[in-house]
């Protein structure tokens, strides 16, 4: 069974600075999809990025970047320029591409912004 | 831009009692999902439709948990009877289809007395 696993339960950061949350994964699988999403207080969760695993190259999404090394089943989030909004916790998420859509959560980091 | 609804967004029971929460998926999204997030955990799947049909119910505890979508649009989940170890928060998500993006609702926080 696939695992995912954040090994630190809360991060700061101080505004307009940089930090990377961590995220690593056990699969047999080499084709599959990992996640990170938001989740603020009392609002619904938000996909803020994806990577396939087939993709060598790194996503990005503004401020938002990923470094996935697959040989370490490594999958970081760096969020640069941190803002307030950025606040919330966060989920790092697998997902097999040969056994369906199901999502698979690791335990969350939640970050905090210090104005 | 539309969204996940999930009704209530607080539910308060007793143990023994039965509960049951809504979910109106995003309009035109044929997969629906039921996941639940206990405090300090990430989200875990419970059950998953396509349509009307479910495709994926081997985490949901089918003793007291039952979960229809019966015309393939909005569903509901329900607990009867609710234990204390029930509560959480359950979030519904939905996507256009299969490998597509899950919209999350709000969710709904269920605490057992």
């Known amino acids: 069974a696939q695992t995912v696993t954040q090994s630190q339960p809360e991060m700061s950061v101080q505004e307009a600075e940089t930090v990377t949350l961590s995220c690593t994964y056990d699969?047999?699988?080499?084709?599959?999809?990992l996640f990170w999403y938001k989740q603020p207080p009392s609002r619904q969760m938000i996909l803020v990025i994806r990577q396939e695993a087939y993709k060598q190259q790194n996503a990005t999404e503004n401020r938002f970047s990923v470094n996935f090394q697959k040989a370490a089943k490594s999958f970081s989030l760096k969020i640069s320029d941190s803002q307030l909004g950025d606040a919330a916790m966060y989920f790092c998420?697998?997902?097999?591409?040969?056994?369906?859509?199901?999502?698979?959560f690791g335990t969350g980091t939640r970050l905090a912004v210090r104005p | 831009e539309a969204e996940v609804a999930q009704s209530p967004r607080y539910k308060i029971t007793e143990k023994s009692q039965a509960v049951a929460f809504w979910c109106d998926p995003i309009?035109?999204?044929?997969?629906l999902y039921w996941y639940r997030q206990i405090l300090g955990q990430g989200p875990e799947l419970l059950v998953q439709?396509?349509?009307?049909?479910?495709?994926?119910d081997s985490q949901l505890p089918k003793d007291r948990f039952s979960a229809e979508r019966l015309k393939g649009v909005d569903s509901t989940l329900k607990i009867q009877p609710a234990e204390l170890g029930d509560s959480a928060m359950y979030l519904c998500a939905s996507s256009r289809s299969l490998d597509n993006e899950q919209f999350f609702g709000p969710g709904t926080r269920l605490t057992v007395l």
């Open positions: 309009s035109g999204h044929a997969t």
């Open positions: 439709f396509q349509d009307e049909s479910v495709v994926d």
């Open positions: 699969t047999s699988e080499s084709d599959y999809y």
């Open positions: 998420a697998y997902r097999s591409v040969s056994s369906g859509d199901k999502l698979t």
